[in-house]
């Protein structure tokens, strides 16, 4: 039997139009407490906007020209930036430059057209079942086999081809589709690589490889940071045999693309393609820090919960980031990642030692 291809499916009915926010996602029936303060923008508030555009749209030059002179000359100064957000408008582009891929793009011309119609996955038939599960409440991805469905599709399917040792895993689907809302689809393509092939920063394609290597490293260091940086909680997570696999790893898998906020989910994916994973743990440190009053008191059930419902105070940017940017954790996460080495090594060497058995 010939394998279906989403190319070959005709789009379903375009959904009812619904009202929603700024970013495309259809409105909850009950709101949210942030549009109150969207909605509320005063002329000034308006004004400094735009005169943040104006200084960013100035900073990168036309078409990015100007943006490697510029992070050369006043690094902190762009840093500074980044971290209070970068304007909605020229997200897409600073995006693409602050990860390397535009030079990816650049350098392989044709690429991604040659994977997507010249070459078959082995993934295709995943990659289409789980599409449907990205970003669902987003006016682009609701309409099935629609040109949002399609562009992730696109996406995933010409990545799967372009590193088979990784293909496709569940995960990725929030990548490319938080990529797709803000550029084309061969761009978001070329940014994927720029990630996973680690273009800027570590490379990200351990988090799905067999085996998941790399979120078993992040959990193993987070854990670690937990116990040293918020001891009274740590030793709580202990006694209610709490570890972080049981709530952090779609924060490393997705980079918080999967249930947090969006507005939220965006500022902290200025500062990883900026700064790289390490934002990752700040968050989360911070987000247990913001709650760890309440967090420490409560039962494991309850507690699992919490962990993977934080309050909306929590969640807002203006409060939870700066908390982020005020840890420090650099030096420490690269001694953990010494230490789970030397003991990924011992157990490796003692597995071999044993004929591949496992000790007691």
């Known amino acids: 039997m010939e394998k279906r291809r989403i190319d070959d499916c005709e789009p379903g009915p375009v959904p009812s139009p619904r009202p929603v926010d700024r970013f495309g996602f259809v409105k909850q029936e009950h709101g949210s407490p942030h549009e109150g303060v969207i909605k509320g923008r005063s002329a000034i508030q308006f004004e400094r906007e735009e005169r943040r555009v104006r200084k960013w749209r100035k900073m990168i030059g036309v078409g990015g020209s100007d943006w490697k002179h ?102 990725m689907g929030f990548l490319a589709g938080l990529l797709l809302l803000y550029m084309s689809e061969e761009d978001a393509f070329w940014l994927m690589v720029a990630l996973l092939k680690g273009a800027v920063h570590a490379p990200m394609e351990g988090l799905y490889q067999v085996g998941l290597p790399l979120v078993q490293q992040y959990l193993f260091q987070f854990d670690h940071l937990v116990k040293e940086q918020l001891p009274k909680l740590g030793e709580h997570f202990t006694k209610e045999m709490i570890n972080p696999s ?109 004929g591949g058995g496992y000790n007691a």
């Open 246 to 354: 049981m709530y952090a790893s779609q924060w490393f898998i997705t980079v918080f693309s999967y249930s947090f906020p969006f507005h939220l989910a965006l500022r902290i994916w200025d500062v990883f393609l900026f700064e790289g994973v390490k934002i990752v743990f700040k968050v989360g440190l911070a987000l247990l820090t913001y709650c760890h009053d309440d967090l420490i008191k409560l039962p494991f059930e309850k507690l699992i919960h919490a962990l993977r419902n934080f309050p909306e105070d929590a969640m807002d940017p203006d409060k939870l980031l700066p908390v982020a940017y005020s840890i420090k954790v650099s030096k420490r996460l690269e001694e953990l990642k010494s230490l789970y080495e030397k003991q990924n090594k011992k157990v490796v060497q003692s597995t071999e030692t044993n």
């Open 70 to 171: 510029y992070v050369r000359r006043k690094p902190h100064v762009v840093k500074r930036r980044i971290r209070k957000g970068i304007p909605d408008c020229l997200r897409g582009l600073v995006w693409q430059l602050i990860s390397g891929s535009r030079d990816l793009l650049l350098m392989n011309p044709g690429v991604y057209e040659q994977l997507l119609i010249y070459e078959t996955s082995t993934s295709e038939l995943d990659i289409i079942r789980d599409i449907s599960r990205t970003f669902p409440s987003h006016v682009f991805f609701q309409q099935r086999h629609g040109p949002g469905q399609r562009s992730l599709y696109n996406v995933l399917k010409a990545y799967s081809v372009y590193d088979r040792d990784v293909g496709y895993v569940q995960g």
